[in-house]
């Protein structure tokens, strides 16, 4: 942890004479005209590659700033040109980095503060060094950068099913307060699509759910739970990515919704954003056809960008665009367009380029040439300055290591998760009351299912959580993984090994028509043992499994949703988690099957 003396030598020629807060608690107060004169001094003394730097969000592998691992020094030679984060930023001086897991960045949270330490120092030591916005994915549910012992919440659409703004604005104050304690100042969460198409491949239960309204208020709770820690919270992917087929990782979906549903539907969250304060707005490579009619997606669209998001709807944040290397943006322009027709749009922050020399130089080749002008750049870098100046970075820039292990994962943060966990999980089917269990009855239970790979790498697998929950609650448990798509030998195994149970809880993930995963929940069924199925994602799972008795939703495989439907099974806790998207019948999409709202409990 460099010392106060240390902090003040090395950012003394940003934050001479600024007063611009002091962290958390300072977060959006203080004198606007003054702090925007102040940084407005500073991008003045900015020479143009700087500023076209700061545009820039980027990643890097290590877990070092100065000394990463030899393979990770190597990846980052192939494919930046440059060893380290340290030659990154002194080379480009970028004004933000990104954390992933499979960068090795996210080893854990002491190293991860270290590594962001690292990283401030490394641009903070640069002529007229700023601090670096250091961002990551931490949505909870199915995308998580970080990884215990950090808290895990409930996913977007568990938190749907809980219905509690409450519990939504906890989970952004507590989520942000590790963040901060690692160094980490930016979350691309939540997400603000209204997941309307139950085949969307992208989103599903990575959104609250398919009300307008209600997806609104738990965004606007979520965005202030982290603007109450000083984390800026991110909505995404506007203008709204919730009724696609498409993954725009690999695709470009098109949303043919009309002007006048887009306003009723998905514009509904983000203005609810906006509302809120938040602080910055992620775009998507969709194309919109009843938003700009020239083909382009969203995220280079100046009708969508400047005249919807800023215009229409008032916005004046940071906009920053989904990642630039998903083909869902690089369909029609190549990698040295995209970003310059991307900031002629409206867009602040270009995240993760895949290529960031030609990036970089296409954006100052086309200030030099007069495509761009300084002075867009400098509207761009005013708003980044502004955000960075209201989390507290050009103040406090480092985290204090000692403070990391008592707020990452601290016990109340363990309690909070779970308590909320117990109220989203969603029971949908109980024939004859078969639920709760109890070990009196059905003391010796089988698990068996499907065991996807843990979201942030460090949970799961799921078989074995609720088989070690049940165990602990006073049941016998014995877990057997059968995988997404079981064998014919899969599902024998299974079925023999239930009947020595008193009952069998299968895991479902994703179940499809005539799919293995169908056929064991109906061989298991059909033994006359009584069978419990937990849809650990999506809850359309249920209807593709007719014949079972009971059936709960968690939205989500990790450990805390997890272990809280074993608690729901053995009576511990009532479920009280109601659908937030409609569930259709399968035989006949056009029926719905469970309405939203629906959810029993006991």
Avoid at 86 to 113: M, S
Avoid at 333 to 342: E, F, H, T
Avoid at 469 to 491: C, I, K, R
Avoid at 590 to 595: G, M, S, T
Wanted: aromatic content about 4%; charged content about 20%.
């Amino acid at each position: 942890m460099p010392s106060r003396r240390t902090v003040l030598a090395a950012t003394a020629g940003v934050t001479a004479g600024l007063a611009v807060g002091t962290g958390a608690d300072a977060f959006g107060a203080g004198d606007t005209n003054s702090d925007d004169r102040r940084l407005q001094a500073i991008v003045a003394r900015m020479t143009i590659e700087e500023k076209v730097g700061q545009l820039f969000v980027v990643r890097f592998y290590g877990h070092s700033a100065t000394d990463p691992d030899q393979a990770d020094v190597d990846a980052n030679l192939k494919e930046i040109g440059v060893r380290t984060a340290a030659e990154l930023i002194g080379k480009y001086r970028v004004g933000g980095i990104i954390y992933f897991t499979w960068t090795h960045n996210t080893r854990d949270p002491q190293q991860i503060a270290e590594l962001s330490n690292g990283i401030q120092r490394a641009s903070l030591t640069q002529p007229r060094g700023l601090p670096v916005l250091i961002a990551t994915d931490q949505e909870h549910g199915a995308v998580c950068r970080i990884g215990r012992p950090a808290t895990l919440f409930p996913g977007a659409m568990a938190m749907g099913a809980g219905g509690s703004r409450t519990d939504a604005r906890t989970l952004g104050r507590i989520s942000g307060a590790e963040l901060r304690a690692m160094g980490v100042r930016q979350d691309y969460s939540p997400d603000a699509d209204v997941n309307v198409n139950p085949a969307n491949p992208i989103i599903g239960v990575r959104s609250f759910g398919a009300g307008p309204d209600a997806v609104g208020d738990l965004v606007a709770a979520e965005v202030q739970g982290y603007r109450d820690a000083g984390v800026a919270a991110t909505v995404k992917h506007f203008p709204g990515h919730g009724d696609t087929a498409v993954d725009s990782h690999t695709g470009f979906p098109v949303i043919t919704h009309s002007r006048e549903l887009w306003e009723k539907l998905d514009a509904v969250p983000f203005r609810a954003a906006i509302a809120a304060g938040v602080d910055s707005v992620m775009t998507a490579h969709i194309q919109f056809p009843a938003l700009d009619g020239s083909g382009d997606p969203a995220t280079l669209s100046q009708p969508v960008l400047t005249g919807i998001l800023r215009g229409e709807l008032g916005y004046d944040g940071v906009v920053v665009t989904d990642s630039l290397g998903m083909a869902g943006v690089r369909t029609e322009y190549g990698d040295d367009r995209v970003p310059v027709l991307a900031l002629k749009a409206g867009v602040d922050q270009l995240l993760d380029p895949p290529h960031l020399d030609v990036a970089w130089n296409a954006v100052l080749k086309a200030v030099r040439d007069g495509e761009l002008t300084e002075a867009r750049l400098d509207e761009s870098v005013l708003r980044i300055l502004r955000l960075k100046s209201r989390l507290g970075l050009l103040d406090r820039p480092y985290v204090n290591t000692k403070d990391v292990g008592r707020v990452v994962g601290a016990a109340r943060h363990l309690a909070a998760a779970d308590r909320i966990a117990e109220r989203t999980t969603t029971l949908l089917v109980n024939e004859g009351g078969l639920l709760p269990l109890s070990p009196r009855t059905h003391g010796t239970v089988l698990v068996v299912g499907a065991d996807p790979a843990s979201p942030s790498g460090t949970t799961g697998p799921p078989t074995g959580v609720l088989a070690a929950a049940l165990t602990e609650l006073g049941f016998a448990a014995t877990a057997s993984a059968t995988g997404l798509d079981p064998s014919a030998a899969d599902v024998d195994r299974a079925v023999a090994a239930a009947r020595g149970a008193d009952a069998v809880v299968v895991g479902t993930y994703n179940v499809t028509a005539g799919g293995g995963q169908q056929r064991l929940v109906e061989r298991l069924v059909a033994t006359g043992v009584p069978v419990v199925a937990v849809a650990v994602r999506n809850p359309y799972d249920v209807a593709r499994l007719p014949s079972l008795k009971a059936c709960l939703a968690t939205y989500s495989w990790t450990d805390v949703e997890l272990r809280a439907a074993a608690r729901v099974i053995a009576g511990r806790v009532a479920p009280h988690g109601r659908l937030p998207v409609p569930v259709q019948r399968a035989d006949d999409p056009a029926q719905v099957l469970y309405p939203i709202g629906h959810g029993l409990t006991y």
